[in-house]
């Protein structure tokens, strides 16, 4: 089975800090994609990263950067020198190589930066 | 211009009522999905649509109904509605239907069923 655990519901930081969102996942197959969501206020998702399972270097986006390690089934997001505009739910997200395109999230963790 | 549009955006109806979410994106994708997020903020998958033919179907209610006219667009008609059904629904697509292709989201529309 298939499965994504966001173990933080909640985070509160203020703003500058540093602060790392934690995603393990589970699956026995060998080709799936890892995914992060961004849900803001307003209540859109919105795409930020996505992730084969064939490529563990680490990516970098601005303030943005994910760290994958296959040994640990883990996909970490860290926002660096947070700013109030990254309070959202964050959700982690995982696809199964397959024929079908199901996404299966997390709980969500709802990070609130604090001015 | 919109990628990808619900409408509308808010719901809100009676029990017992039949209402539908409409659906369009013009990304010129060809998967279309419906996704439901309940009060708690879980999201999961409901149907999903490769050039008109249905090749998702989660553990749904048949009072569910999906309808893809084209593969620009992707309807949700839902009958005798219940409680249980208020939820923010979200529409999504993506070029193909891997694993590998990214989705993207509708605003989605929120239903509150009194």
């Known amino acids: 089975a298939q499965k994504v655990t966001q173990a933080q519901t909640e985070i509160s930081v203020v703003e500058k800090e540093d602060v790392t969102l934690d995603c393990v996942y589970e699956?026995?197959?060998?080709?799936?994609?890892l995914f992060w969501y961004k849900q803001p206020p307003s209540g859109e998702l919105v795409f930020l990263i996505r992730r084969n399972s064939f490529d563990e270097q680490n990516e970098i986006s601005g303030r943005y950067s994910w760290n994958f390690q296959k040994s640990t089934s883990s996909f970490n997001f860290t926002i660096t020198a947070s700013q109030v505009v990254d309070s959202a739910v964050y959700f982690c997200?995982?696809?199964?190589?397959?024929?079908?395109?199901?996404?299966?999230f997390g709980t969500g963790t709802l990070l609130a930066v604090q001015p | 211009d919109t990628a990808v549009s619900q409408t509308p955006k808010y719901l809100v109806t009676q029990m017992g009522n039949d209402k539908s979410i409409k659906c369009e994106q013009n990304?010129?994708?060809?998967?279309m999905y419906w996704y439901k997020q309940d009060s708690k903020k879980f999201l999961k998958i409901m149907f999903s649509y490769n050039n008109k033919e249905l090749i998702i179907n989660e553990t749904v209610p048949n009072r569910f109904s999906p309808k893809s006219p084209d593969k620009a667009h992707l309807n949700l008609h839902i009958n005798s509605l219940e409680l249980g059904d208020s939820a923010v629904y979200f529409c999504?697509?993506?070029?193909?239907?891997?694993?590998?292709?990214?989705?993207?989201f509708g605003a989605g529309s929120r239903l509150t069923v009194l």
């Open positions: 999504a697509s993506s070029h193909g239907r891997s694993g590998a292709n990214v989705l993207t």
């Open positions: 997200a995982l696809i199964v190589g397959g024929a079908t395109n199901k996404l299966i």
């Open positions: 699956t026995r197959d060998t080709t799936y994609y």
């Open positions: 990304l010129g994708h060809d998967t």
